[in-house]
């Protein structure tokens, strides 16, 4: 809790999944229960499929009333393979697919400078 009180921004990784997202909101909700700014905790989706699932999990987490990043990691083998390989997932080899880490990783960085 004390870490969770220090830093200026929470990323949750989150899949479509209700075995993903309850817990991942359970956590959430126990964090703000603790006092923590809700706008300090961000869900970041990862491991979607297809538009219409990006699309229903983003509806189901408006309803949660936290916020996501608009950006997501698609589930793609390449990402793995990255990371066997020992490298992030923004250093996968497609162009298409650095771009929307990169996307993401903006983002995320811009949260951080705008709750600072």
Do not use: C, W
């Amino acid at each position: 809790m004390e870490i969770a009180k220090k830093t200026d921004l929470i990323v949750q990784p989150v899949g479509a999944s209700r075995d993903d997202l309850l817990p991942a909101l359970r956590e959430f909700n126990a964090l703000k229960a603790q006092g923590i700014n809700q706008n300090k905790l961000l869900f970041v989706l990862n491991h979607l499929s297809t538009p219409a699932e990006v699309l229903a999990t983003q509806e189901y987490l408006t309803e949660s009333g936290y916020p996501f990043a608009p950006f997501y990691l698609s589930e793609r083998a390449s990402y793995r393979q990255a990371q066997s390989e020992g490298k992030s997932v923004g250093e996968v080899n497609y162009t298409s697919l650095k771009k929307q880490t990169q996307k993401l990783t903006n983002y995320l960085l811009k949260q951080i400078e705008v709750l600072k």
